[in-house]
């Protein structure tokens, strides 16, 4: 069958778009489920669900770098 064209919702493209703008600050090849995660945090309407739940941007970000740096470690170790 033939393709049909998609269509976003207006907030579903500006978490896309802040989640790879974010990405890009970040130097990052890929836009990962961590940017948009962020994104999702700071736009309404689930930017009101993460504050209800008291995730703030800024905790979610301190999360993300935590597990990073976790795999980053472990992938360390188990190179050695």
């Known amino acids: 069958g033939a393709a049909g064209q998609m269509y976003l919702s207006l907030e579903l493209a500006q978490v896309l778009e802040t989640a790879q703008e974010n990405s890009k600050k970040a130097q990052d ?25 008291r995730i703030s941007p800024s905790k979610l970000n301190t999360i993300i770098n935590d597990v990073y740096y976790t795999i980053r470690c472990t992938n360390q170790i188990l190179r050695n």
Do not use: C, N, Q, R
């Open 29 to 53: 090849k890929y836009t990962g489920i961590d940017m948009v995660m962020l994104a999702l945090s700071v736009i309404p309407p689930t930017k009101e669900l993460f504050e209800k739940h």
